[in-house]
Each structure stands twice: as C-alpha cells, then as structure tokens.
C-alpha cells in the first residue's frame, strides 16, 4: 500500500509545474517564455528538429480547447531523420532570469497550424514541455552530439511542465478562402 501511495504521489508531482522552471506562452501563443526560480543557472533545450512531433527526449505539444472541448491535432506525417543536438539548441538560464523564444523562429508548429482553429468560437491553448532523459529518442539523429552539447543535455532540466492558458481568437479568414 505505502508503494502506491508513493507512486500516485509521483504521478501527481509530475503533473504541476515545479518551482525551479515556469514556462508561459505570449497573448498570441507565438513566443514562449522560460523562468529561472531558482538562485542557479537551469539549462533548457529549445523546440528542436522533431521536438514537435515527439519525437525527441525533449518534445513539446500543444493542447487546445474549443468552447472547452478538447480538439485533436491535425495528422502530421514527416521524414524519421532529424537534426542532431547543437549547442545552439540550448539556453543557459541565469538565476531568477527568464527567456523568450519566438515560435516562427523554431521547428515548433504554432497551434493554429497544428490544430483545427478557423471556426469561431472561444479557444484556449496550453504549451506542454517535457524533457525526459530515460526516453528514447525516436528519429534518426543526422550526426552526434559534441561533448559540450553532450554536456548540456546532462544538465538540461528534466520536467513535465505546462504552460497558463491562453485564450485565443481566430484570425479573420480572407475573403479569397
């Protein structure tokens, strides 16, 4: 009984946002903001080649709401190879700092692209980011990673976190469409 209750408790944890990294999304979900809580440096890994499809030990998903109905993604079929892990793919957090990463600047789909979201109506979009060590890493690797970059992974966070939600509107459809 006491190792269920310490999974469950686990299970929970994994589920909030831990007090050393907070992630939120911009009013337009088109930049992501990390913040450093804590008084040392945290190493997070930017949306990467794969990174959106879950196809790397570190992925990023959406989840998106319409009129408080979750929505399913679009089906996105793509090639198994991805690029390898840079340094350029990760950002050293200073003590209590915080970062933006602009999405277009990414291989991160935006939500409208990765989701049903022209109709109107009341959406709400949250930003998953998972960093997980022990999983594999699905696509094919187009190169190793250095020794520098192999040490960034090391130190890379290791979380489950989710972003707040954001309410976001529809752009209006020109009238060619």
């Known amino acids: 009984m006491t190792n269920l209750l310490i999974a469950f408790a686990a299970l929970l944890g994994a589920t909030t946002q831990p007090a050393s990294l907070r992630v939120t999304l911009d009013a337009d979900a ?23 499809e879950s196809m790397r030990a570190v992925y990023y998903t959406w989840e998106v709401t319409r009129d408080g109905k979750p929505l399913a993604p679009f089906a ?3 090639c198994g190879n991805v690029n390898g892990y840079r340094v ?15 999405i277009d600047d990414s291989f991160l789909r935006p939500p409208e692209q990765a989701y ?9 979009v949250w930003l998953h980011y998972h960093y997980d060590r022990q999983r594999p890493e699905l696509g094919l690797a187009m190169g190793e990673p250095d020794a520098a970059t192999r040490a960034l992974l090391e130190r ?10 954001v309410a976001w509107t529809p752009r209006a459809r020109p009238a060619s469409e």
């Open 156 to 165: 890379a966070e290791e979380v489950q976190i989710v972003s707040d939600p």
């Open 30 to 52: 088109r930049e992501i903001v990390f913040h450093n809580q804590t008084d040392c440096e945290l190493v997070v890994v930017k949306p990467v080649d794969g990174a959106g």
């Open 116 to 124: 049903p979201m022209r109709d109107p109506g009341e959406y709400t």
């Open 88 to 102: 350029e793919d990760f950002i050293v957090l200073a003590p209590r700092a915080a970062t933006r990463i602009r």
């Open 76 to 78: 996105v079929t793509r």
